[in-house]
């Protein structure tokens, strides 16, 4: 059973920073990588930022690319999004995902992964 839980949403100003979390838990940790999504009202889910569960490569969205980064400590058995400079494009729902299945793209390795129920994020103009 693997279990995520994200956690540090809020209303934030544009250009303003904020840290998102995801508590992970699992019986097992047989992870390839974990991820950050978000879905914004009326689209689609949107990948946004991964990093490899054993080597800790990141690789990131070209919407992001440059104002979050994404981290993961084994230890506290966290991973987390820093997200700079917001703009109110930012706004939706943020999701982690777990997966333990690689595919090309990386995002397309978490459609039958492990999902956390999400955070909200409101980025005012």
């Known amino acids: 059973q693997v279990q995520l839980a994200e956690s540090g949403g809020g209303l934030v100003q544009a250009g303003d920073s904020l840290r998102l979390s995801c508590a992970y838990s699992a019986r097992t940790f047989n992870f390839y990588a974990m991820g950050w999504f978000r879905q914004a009202p009326g689209k689609e889910r949107e990948w946004l930022a991964a990093i490899t569960w054993t080597a800790g490569i990141p690789s990131y969205a070209d919407s992001v690319k440059g104002r979050f980064t994404i981290s993961r400590d084994n230890a506290q058995r966290t991973l987390s999004l820093q997200m700079n400079s917001l703009k109110p494009e930012d706004t939706g729902v943020y999701y982690c995902?777990?997966?333990?299945?690689?595919?090309?793209?990386?995002?397309?390795?978490?459609?039958?992964?492990?999902w956390g129920q999400g955070t909200q994020v409101t980025v005012s103009s």
């Open positions: 995902a777990a997966t333990s299945r690689l595919r090309i793209p990386i995002s397309a390795s978490f459609e039958s992964g492990y």
